[in-house]
């Protein structure tokens, strides 16, 4: 049996939620739906009225991967509606801030949009558009960690909170949260990807500012492994030998200069703290050898 309905009432959107939602979301039920604030609703917006998740932790948006999604949307529509809050007489994204982004690109007037009942707080904001860029994996570990920061500092939840709240353990977050305190050269060079948050981590011991810089130079450079840059920062911080006091220094050198004169060849004297210390006399060929140990004396015969 035909459908005795047009076929432009029939054919969903371009951009639309697919036949069988657009047909249960007619203009009755778009109405029916603002107007049931018990009720999450599926909608469609006008893309004017949905302003940005003001609580957005990403701050960075690849253009590239921008960009494949703005054709997608363009040959397909915006397929998974975008999560929003009524206020006013418009909508204030939570999450799918990429999908709106590429739908304006696009120049779509209208997208898919599922309409939280409950009114959201800034607290669920930053959590819901948390989660869903941390499982998308669109967030760099900075701006996860400063997302992860926010909801500590400014809405007391704990490490524990947190990490149950965006599906991580807490060790997970408790070192993403460690990374911001890198020295600015090292949080520029962990987003833009130069180095990975294990390399950051290994680089986190170094306290000394023109340590650091060496260090994450060398990094970056000779593009160690997270191996090499701990062992590279075990070396950076161990503490440089215990040199001498001057006036011990100044001894041994007479005494290197008097054996100088007394063997006719150069004699170093090298002491320690301790005033312990080695003696290293210059030969250049057996001859003088010979010569040398003639004059130290020869070596003692076994029987």
């Known amino acids: 049996m035909s459908d005795p309905r047009p076929e432009s009432a029939s054919r969903a959107r371009p951009g639309g939620l697919g036949r069988g939602l657009a047909a249960l979301l ?11 604030p018990l ?16 609580e957005q932790p990403r701050t960075v948006f690849a253009q590239r991967a921008l960009d494949e999604l703005t ?8 397929l998974a509606p975008l999560l929003v809050r ?17 739908a304006q690109n696009v120049g779509l007037t209208e997208v898919p949009v599922l309409v939280r009942a409950a009114p959201s707080t800034s607290l669920e904001q930053l959590e819901l558009a948390l989660i869903e860029n941390l499982q998308r994996e669109d967030l760099d570990p900075v701006e996860a960690a400063l997302g992860y920061q926010r909801l500590v500092q400014q809405h007391g939840r704990t490490q524990d909170q947190v990490a149950q709240r965006v599906g991580k353990d807490r060790a997970t977050v408790a070192n993403a949260l460690r990374l911001l305190k890198l020295p600015q050269e090292g949080l ?27 260090a994450l130079a060398t990094v970056v450079a000779k593009g160690l492994s997270v191996r090499a840059t701990e062992d590279l920062v075990r070396a950076l911080r161990r503490p440089p030998p215990a040199k001498p006091p001057a006036g011990q220094v100044r001894a041994f050198e007479r005494v290197g200069e008097s054996l100088t004169r007394a063997l006719g060849t150069r004699v170093a ?34 029987g």
């Open 26 to 36: 007619g203009e009755e039920s778009r109405d029916a739906a603002i107007g049931a």
């Open 39 to 54: 009720q999450d609703a599926f909608l469609r917006v006008p893309v004017r009225l949905i302003a940005p998740n003001p």
């Open 71 to 78: 054709e997608s949307v363009r040959e397909h529509g915006v």
């Open 86 to 102: 009524r206020e006013g007489a418009g909508y204030v994204l939570l999450a799918g801030e990429r999908r709106l982004r590429a």
């Open 188 to 214: 520029r060079a962990l987003r833009a990807g130069a180095i990975s948050a294990g390399h950051a981590r290994a680089l986190l011991p170094l306290e000394d500012p023109a340590q650091f810089a060496v």
């Open 269 to 302: 004297v090298a002491s320690k703290k301790d005033g312990s210390g080695r003696i290293v006399i210059d030969f250049h060929d057996s001859g003088e050898l010979e010569r040398l140990i003639g004059l130290i004396g020869p070596p003692a015969k076994h």
